[in-house]
């Protein structure tokens, strides 16, 4: 029995079942809807991140959309037409007005990309009488890591609360001083002086 399966689709069922039952599984060459699309896309190809359809409850989904928003790499998610807006009113509220790109009907007659940002993007969908085909949805990496987030919270601190952040993690004196320094860019001499 031969049977044509896709990434994030219900193929991944009969796969597993397949597996179990010692039936040999032979992966074909065949288009792949996000690959495709973010060949196409204008994004970074180098480093992606592929989620595929997000949850339909409102606040799964932006609890996903919140852990993955400090990732820098190019995100990818299929949605349906009749939750596409929603999906991408999600996406702006978490993540921010970046450029995304909307890929529809891969390698089907009515192909098409739209390159925008999400709050423009949203606009025009709005505008459509009805939204039509599958999506796959392409949006730009942050441009902040979790790691710069972190420092760029700890400088709006004062060098007392900073020394508190690192203390609660119950690093020693020395230890925290160089990390202050490291963090803003100073000699541990510097902060040394703040804290004999």
């Known amino acids: ?3 044509h399966l896709g990434i994030s689709d ?15 599984v032979i992966p074909i060459p065949g288009a792949c809807a996000f690959v495709n699309a973010l060949v196409a896309s204008g994004l970074d190809t180098a480093k992606f991140q592929f989620i595929g359809f997000l949850p339909v409850n409102v606040k799964e989904k932006e609890e996903i959309l919140e852990d993955i928003k400090l ?9 349906a037409p009749h939750k596409l807006i929603k999906t991408l009113e999600s ?4 993540l921010g007005n970046r450029n995304i790109v909307l890929a529809k009907e891969i390698t ?3 192909e098409n990309f739209y390159r925008d940002t999400l709050e423009n993007m949203i606009s025009k969908l709005g505008k459509e009488e009805k939204i039509r ?4 949805i392409l949006v730009e990496g942050s441009e902040v890591t979790k790691k710069e987030k972190e420092i760029k919270d700890l400088l709006k601190l004062s060098l007392e609360e900073h020394y508190k952040y690192y203390e609660k993690q119950g ?3 020395k230890d925290i001083i160089k ?18």
Do not use: C
């Open 71 to 79: 990732n820098k790499n190019t995100l990818i998610f299929y949605e």
């Open 133 to 136: 085909g599958e999506f796959v």
């Open 91 to 94: 996406m702006l509220k978490i």
């Open 171 to 173: 690093l020693e004196k």
């Open 179 to 196: 990390k202050i320094a490291k963090d803003r860019n100073i000699s541990k001499n510097e902060v040394y002086q703040k804290f004999i």
């Open 108 to 110: 089907k007659i009515h």
């Open 10 to 24: 219900p193929g991944e069922v009969i796969i597993k079942e397949a597996i179990k039952e010692n039936i040999e």
């Open 1 to 3: 029995m031969q049977e």
